[in-house]
């Protein structure tokens, strides 16, 4: 099987996310260092467009978002799973858990650092992560999240307590005794707020069985990881070929099926490219097109459904 490649930068707390999921599994993989602003010239070919970090890439497959690619490792490298006591609830209840994490505690915690910044983010950095992350309006946004940054540590300060106090119980991990997709997306956060938020460490101090169990995932560790080139991954994605199989979902709402062209791009507006391509595979999960440039031959995109507007053109 191809290796796996993580397109990534040390400081992003998605990607240590996806790290952690990498460490759950124990998986070898290989890391290609990403700019953390665009142009991102070596990334770009391979997504058809995706600028996001991380992105997975396995020969010429390229997995875009986190949800993607923990989706992905885990259809490929299925033990240890990422869902504790499956035989109950096969992942559904993890995933939705997810969405509150990684959806709106996610962009909370975003705010709580970019606003707690202040004026030491460097102008650029700010433009860039102000347009994605508080859209159009970001620099009334931004003024408006620096005004209101204790309301904001209020809100997480909430949220962690109720993680803290699930974790008052028997259980080493948030859903069982092994770590899952769950302990990944939750611990990313704590991560983040801890290490680029001033008032973190003391927010964080008041929980002390989340502090336990961040131990713990800490000593999780990363798997095995090794330097790429990023003119090495895009190489390994010209001489592959994608693995994926073309398939077809009868129920799906928006009768999407194999040939038709799309776009897809997040559902909320942070100025980004939608990437288009040729529908090759559907599922309620996962959409996946395929590509064709110079730099890579043909490739095939995977992206959630969920989070992402499929439109087809
Ligand atoms: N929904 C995406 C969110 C990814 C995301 O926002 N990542 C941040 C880094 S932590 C990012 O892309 N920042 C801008 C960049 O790296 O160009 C996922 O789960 O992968």
Request: one cysteine or more; hydrophobic letters at 40%; aromatic letters at 8%.
């Amino acid at each position: 099987m191809s290796e796996i490649i993580l397109h990534q930068y040390p400081q992003s707390p998605v990607a240590e996310k996806v790290r952690v999921g990498l460490g759950i599994k124990n998986l070898t993989w290989r890391s290609v260092e990403i700019p953390r602003l665009p142009p991102k010239p070596d990334l770009i070919p391979l997504t058809g467009g995706y600028r996001r970090t991380p992105v997975m890439q396995i020969g010429a497959d390229i997995y875009c978002d986190s949800q993607c690619i923990l989706r992905e490792l885990e259809s490929r490298y299925p033990s240890p799973g990422y869902y504790p006591a499956a035989e109950h609830y096969s992942g559904g209840i993890a995933w939705a858990i997810t969405r509150w994490t990684d959806d709106r505690l996610f962009a909370q915690c975003i705010k709580v650092v970019l606003a707690g910044a202040g004026d030491d983010l460097p102008a650029d950095f700010a433009e860039d992560r102000g347009r994605l992350y508080f859209g159009p309006q970001w620099q009334t946004e931004l003024k408006a999240a620096r005004n209101e940054l204790q309301h904001f540590a209020a809100q997480l300060r909430t949220q962690f307590g109720w993680l803290n106090d699930w974790l008052a119980g028997d259980n080493h991990f948030i859903l069982g005794d092994t770590p899952g997709i769950v302990d990944a997306c939750a611990y990313h956060l704590v991560w983040f707020i801890r290490g680029r938020w001033t008032g973190g460490k003391r927010l964080l101090s008041e929980f002390p069985h989340l502090q336990s169990w961040e131990s713990r995932v800490q000593l999780i560790g990363h798997g095995n990881s090794t330097d790429l080139s990023a003119a090495e991954a895009l190489a390994i994605a010209r001489d592959s070929q994608p693995s994926t199989p073309e398939s077809t979902d009868p129920n799906d709402p928006q009768g999407l099926a194999p040939g038709m062209t799309v776009t897809i791009a997040p559902d909320i507006d942070g100025g980004e490219v939608a990437v288009q391509g040729l529908v090759h595979a559907v599922s309620s999960d996962t959409i996946s097109v395929l590509r064709e440039s110079a730099q890579c031959n043909r490739v095939c995109v995977h992206f959630p459904r969920v989070g992402y507007r499929i439109t087809v053109i």
